[in-house]
């Protein structure tokens, strides 16, 4: 489904990823992680093409994502994508948020949009606030909504960058647990993300970078059990303490 | 100097309200067009495309940089000429108010790019993320995302550059077009009353100006909160 082969990317002289090689295949579950700074968003970025990258090639379902020849918001059309801080529309209504893309990029009619997008409210538990504005949601709530959002555009995968990081620890949980719901139906989902506690219940594989490299890829079991590198080691027993 | 003698005053009232109409017709329209225009050039300016942000880059620092009463007597000197080239309207007929309105939009725009450009960043640069994720193309992440939220922090700013255009269209004078201040003084000089009528019509720009940007201030407040 998304194979990333050899992608490099530097700032001037910063290389922010070196040779990152890896694969996600249809109804996997991807987790990355690492430290801060190590790449993690630039990489997940680089798969929809919100970041460019100078060399190497990534393939989305079967579409070179760096050829200069493809359409690139069609293809993000069908990848969803859900970050640290929500980026929800704040001058639309939670409806309209999800009605706007699936009416101008899939040309679904407005009544057609509007079910579907309640339809997915209702799944994450938030129908009731359909006509509410992000600004008076809590930051989990809103973070559900992205989720739905993301889903409205019924995509073939989704790539999550960090999206409890910015949550209030007793908000955590609502996210997940919608997140789990996904793996668990068989979405294929790339996720960046340090709670590892999820990483355990759903995750295929493990990936941890460090300074631009991914540095392990490995299944579940192996990174847990005993990750390869000490920088992982070192890494997992911190974030492992809190 | 004699006595004050306002007397004059009401008869010339009609004269003052034509003048008054030809002011709010050229900062009007000079509104609309600088803030379209304006918009424009401030998209080209983040383009990212060379030749377009370079250009636009000189429009803005050319206009901001020659006074503005020196713009407008270009334009009635140059758009006669033009639009009896393109149009052939004769030489005779009165250009002076499409001049007007010509000079102050192009130089408005270069402003108002300013200020919407400023508005744009003010969003959240990961809106525009956001919203090319689902699909949407630049152009429509622009219109639907990015302008709905960037014109919403600056409708203060565009109208309080509004009011300073309202001011700045008595420079007019030059053409001796008739906008209101030109109607007050015209008619003043007629009557021999030109303090009273100079007096009298700082008092009305004052109050429309000074009660406008109360307006504005308290719609700050409301969006503010
Ligand atoms: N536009 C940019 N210009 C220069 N450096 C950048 C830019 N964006 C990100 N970086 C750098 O790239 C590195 C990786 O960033 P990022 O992918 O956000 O890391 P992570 O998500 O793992 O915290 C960081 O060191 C960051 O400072
Ligand atoms: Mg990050």
């Not at chain 1, 996600?24 to 970041?51: D, F, H, Q, R, Y």
């Not at chain 2, 334009?75 to 009165?94: C, G, H, K, Q, Y």
Request: glycine share 8%; charged share 15%; with cysteine.
């Amino acid at each position: 489904m998304i194979a990333i082969k050899n992608v490099s990317k530097h700032y001037g002289s910063f290389q922010v990823l070196s040779e990152c090689s890896t694969q996600v295949a249809k109804g996997e579950v991807i987790v990355v992680c690492g430290p801060s700074g190590s790449g993690k968003s630039t990489l997940i970025k680089c798969v929809n093409g919100l970041e460019p990258f100078q060399s190497g090639e990534i393939i989305v379902n079967g579409i070179s994502v760096g050829d200069p020849k493809t359409n690139l918001p069609k293809l993000r059309a069908h990848v969803g994508m859900v970050f640290q801080n929500f980026e929800l529309f704040p001058h639309m209504s939670v409806t309209d948020n999800l009605a706007l893309a699936q009416v101008k990029v899939l040309g679904r009619s407005r009544e057609e949009a509007v079910q579907r997008g309640h339809q997915l409210l209702e799944r994450v538990g938030l129908l009731a606030q359909a006509e509410k504005f992000p600004g008076q949601l809590s930051g989990g709530q809103q973070q559900r909504v992205a989720i739905a959002r993301a889903l409205s555009m019924d995509p073939i995968c989704m790539l999550f960058d960090e999206p409890t990081s910015a949550l209030d620890p007793e908000m955590v949980k609502e996210v997940l647990d919608v997140m789990v719901g996904l793996a668990q139906e068989g979405m294929t989902m790339m996720v960046v993300t340090h709670e590892m506690g999820f990483a355990r219940r759903v995750a295929h594989r493990v990936i941890f970078m460090d300074q631009g490299r991914i540095v392990e890829d490995a299944p579940k079991e192996d990174f847990f059990g005993a990750p390869r590198s000490e920088r992982a080691q070192l890494f997992l027993s911190k974030i492992l303490q809190h | 100097m004699g006595e004050l003698d306002w007397t004059s005053i009401p008869g010339a009232l009609p004269f003052l309200w034509a003048g008054m109409v030809t002011t709010l017709e050229i900062t009007l329209l000079a509104v609309l067009v600088g803030i379209v225009w304006g918009t424009l050039l401030a998209i080209m300016r983040m383009s990212g495309v060379k030749l377009l942000s370079w250009f636009a880059a000189g429009y803005v620092n050319l206009f901001r940089s020659i006074p503005l009463v020196m713009v407008l007597l270009w334009f009635f000197l140059i758009v006669p000429a033009l639009l009896e080239s393109l149009f052939n309207t004769p030489r005779s007929a009165d250009t002076r108010l499409s001049s007007a309105m010509v000079a102050f939009a192009l130089f408005e725009a270069a402003y108002y790019s300013e200020i919407i450009r400023a508005g744009i960043q003010s969003v959240a640069k990961g809106q525009l993320g956001a919203a090319s994720a689902l699909g949407l193309t630049y152009a429509q992440a622009m219109t639907m995302v990015i302008l709905p939220q960037a014109f919403r922090n600056m409708v203060p700013l565009l109208l309080t550059q509004g009011i300073i255009l309202f001011q700045d269209t008595s420079l007019v004078y030059v053409s001796s077009l008739a906008d209101f201040f030109g109607a007050a003084y015209k008619v003043g000089d007629r009557d021999g009353r030109l303090v009273e009528m100079l007096l009298f019509a700082g008092a009305v720009y004052f109050l429309i100006c000074f009660s406008a940007s109360l307006l504005v201030r308290r719609f700050q407040k409301k969006v503010a909160t």
